[in-house]
């Protein structure tokens, strides 16, 4: 191949728009703050992240909204998703440096920023609702910052982005379509709901029979087990999933939620390493998030204290809020309540284990 046109460094890259795209606003004012440059270069830098970001879930969208996912496609999901995990260890790092600038240094150009403020990062606000955060999740106070803060343009590109579907919904569909929630000639969540039931037997023995607890601890620590028994219960019992989910309490539907169970019980049999990879992968990313939002409310509450954020909310309460609410993969978190001993897992028929196995390696004869 002939190379046509020799590519500069700094064109490539187009360093003169990037580098020059800094202009502190107190400089507007006649007093440059010196901490004014740090604080653009790190949200630039978020920026620039989140875009990759973006990048990386629509690459993934394109290939979990197919109607069949191959394996090779898996790889490939869960090589994106890994990405996205890195970038965001970056994101949660790069608040200590942000947390290099005072307050103080802060107070010498805050003013001067009202009203902007990172509820009107577009990017964000993207990631969030292609993870699965709808409008309906939100807190009214959320809904109402972004109908008046976001200029008409921005609130548009979101709303166009809440209207499709959502990585969330894509693993809906997904889990939906695999055969674990019902097996031909295998009653599997009977032989499961057995196992459960033996489980909690077990355990109903161990707290009666626990000479170490008085008659109050005893009678506390059943009733706990007989909460756990309900939870069980509400898995394999459709009416009550259901019920659940319309309450708002649980997203995924039951047949999602049972072979996603299913994946994490059985997760070390070759078929079902990728899946469980993309379960971890996703869990990860809303782990990661919600660390983000935690070092970031953390951080404001230290440059902060009390005050009301530049784009008016209450600072250090709302963004604690957002951090424990704006969750999309929860289901996958509370997935773990329905997780039973290896020893109890019940054994499955050697159709199904051929059907879940790869083996390369023979016994000489
Ligand atoms: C001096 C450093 C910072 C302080 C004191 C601060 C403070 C705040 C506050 C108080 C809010 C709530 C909205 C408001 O009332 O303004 C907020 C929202 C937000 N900030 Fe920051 N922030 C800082 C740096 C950053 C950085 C570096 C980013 C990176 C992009 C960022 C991204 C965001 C985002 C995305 C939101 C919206 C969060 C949500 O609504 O869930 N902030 N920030």
Redesign the pocket.
């Known amino acids: 191949m002939k190379i046509q046109h020799p590519v500069y460094y700094g064109d490539y890259l187009q360093l003169p728009k990037i580098l020059n795209a800094q202009a502190p606003e107190s400089a507007k004012y006649g007093q440059v703050a010196h901490d004014e440059t740090l ?1 653009i270069i ?2 630039q830098t ?2 620039l992240w ?1 875009k990759q970001i973006l990048h990386e879930l629509e690459s993934i969208r394109s290939l979990m909204i197919k109607p069949f996912l191959p394996s090779t496609d898996l790889a490939v999901i869960n090589a994106r998703l890994e990405r996205i995990t890195s970038i965001q260890q970056i994101l949660i790092d ?2 200590q440096v ?1 947390e290099t ?1 005072t307050s103080l240094d ?1 107070m010498d150009f805050r003013d001067y920023l009202v009203p902007a ?3 009107q ?1 577009l990017q ?1 606000r993207l990631v969030e609702a292609f993870l699965g955060i709808k409008p309906q999740h939100r807190m009214e106070i ?1 809904r109402q ?1 972004f109908n008046s803060r976001l200029k008409p343009e921005d609130k548009k590109i979101l709303e166009e982005a809440e209207q499709k579907t959502s990585l969330l919904e894509l693993l809906e569909a997904w889990l939906t379509r695999m055969p674990f929630s019902k097996f031909e000639n295998f009653d599997f969540w009977g032989a499961y709901s057995g196992a459960v039931e033996k489980m909690l037997n077990n355990d109903f023995q161990i707290i009666s029979t626990n000479p170490s607890l008085d008659e109050k601890q005893k009678a506390l620590e059943l009733k706990n087990l007989e909460a756990t028994k309900e939870t069980f219960a509400t898995l394999l019992d459709e009416t009550k999933f259901e019920a659940l989910r319309t309450q708002g309490k649980i997203r995924l539907s039951q047949k999602a939620m049972l072979s996603a169970v299913f994946i994490h019980l059985y997760r070390e049999y070759p078929a079902l390493q990728m899946p469980y990879k993309i379960l971890n992968n996703l869990v990860e990313i809303d782990e990661k998030f919600t660390t983000w ?1 935690y070092r ?1 409310a953390i ?2 509450q230290r ?2 204290g009390t005050k ?9 309460e ?2 604690k809020s ?1 951090t424990e609410r ?1 969750r999309a993969f929860i289901d996958l978190f509370n997935l773990a309540t329905f997780l039973i001993p290896k020893s109890s897992i019940p054994q499955l028929p050697h159709v199904i284990k051929g059907q879940l196995d790869i083996v390369y390696d023979f016994v000489q004869s």
């Open positions: 604080f790190i949200h978020y920026e989140f790069q608040i942000m600038m802060f403020s990172g509820f990062s964000f959320e910052f939002r970031h951080m404001a440059i902060l009301i954020g530049t784009g008016g909310s209450s600072g250090h709302y963004l957002t704006n």
